[in-house]
T-cell receptor
Framework: AQSVTQPDIHITVSEGASLELRCNYS??????LFWYVQSPGQGLQLLLK??????LVQGIKGFEAEFKRSQSSFNLRKPSVHWSDAAEYFC??????????FGTGTSLTVIP | EADIYQTPRYLVIGTGKKITLECSQT?????MYWYQQDPGMELHLIHY???????EKGDLSSESTVSRIRTEHFPLTLESARPSHTSQYLC????????????FGQGTRLTVV
């Protein structure tokens, strides 16, 4: 069965510091992987996605993620966090049938 | 910016009332979804549709029902609201093929008192 694990429920970083949010997935075939961001009271916005090819993918707002098949991971990174990055981040895996499975999310707090 | 809209954004309603949460998309997507999200929790799929006249229940059991009479419209109905239905409801649609992506509405925050 497909599943997504985000081990970190909440992360606090200082503005300007680097960030890495962890995501592990369980899926039998080559996964379609996504990172979404959700600001309070809003829907989810796509940050980036991986289907195939280059395992390092670039997204919006300066985010990137690296797919590591051997570790079943798709961690999200940003070299320098801004206060506006404070939000909830969701990792997701999608099947070819377009079923999306989301992790429990990681809440990011940015301190000045 | 995604062209998927949910109304109302916020709703406070009394127990026993019937409510319909609206979701519309102008992108022509065949597949649409309803997720339920409690604060600080993951998204749980409660309904989905692969096209007109197609509706299926998701992984999380829900007392709500959905309909898909038109491609662009996927309303969710609660016949008799209860406090346990208090949650955020997110509607989504997907673009298939090589550009697979889920587009989300802004959500409806439902409070049943």
């Amino acid at each position: 069965a497909q599943s997504v694990t985000q081990p970190d429920i909440h992360i606090t970083v200082s503005e300007g510091a680097s960030l890495e949010l962890r995501c592990n997935y369980s899926y039998g075939a080559t996964p379609y992987l996504f990172w979404y961001v959700q600001s309070p009271g809003q829907g989810l916005q796509l940050l980036l996605k991986y289907f195939s090819g280059d395992t390092l993918v670039q997204g919006i707002k300066g985010f990137e993620a690296e797919f590591k098949r051997s570790q079943s991971s798709f961690n999200l990174r940003k070299p320098s966090v801004h206060w506006s990055d404070a939000a909830e981040y969701f990792c997701a895996v999608a099947t070819p049938g377009n079923q999306f499975y989301f992790g429990t999310g990681t809440s990011l707090t940015v301190i000045p | 910016e995604a062209d998927i809209y949910q109304t109302p954004r916020y709703l406070v309603i009394g127990t026993g009332k019937k409510i319909t949460l609206e979701c519309s998309q102008t992108m022509g997507h065949d597949k649409m979804y309803w997720y339920q999200q409690d604060p600080g929790m993951e998204l749980h799929l409660i309904h989905y549709s692969y096209g007109v006249n197609s509706t299926e229940k998701g992984d999380l059991s829900s007392e709500s029902t959905v309909s898909r009479i038109r491609t662009e419209h996927f309303p969710l109905t609660l016949e008799s609201a209860r406090p346990s239905h208090t949650s955020q409801y997110l509607c989504a649609s997907t673009l298939e093929g090589p550009r697979l992506e889920a587009f989300f509405g802004q959500g409806t925050r439902l409070t049943v008192v």
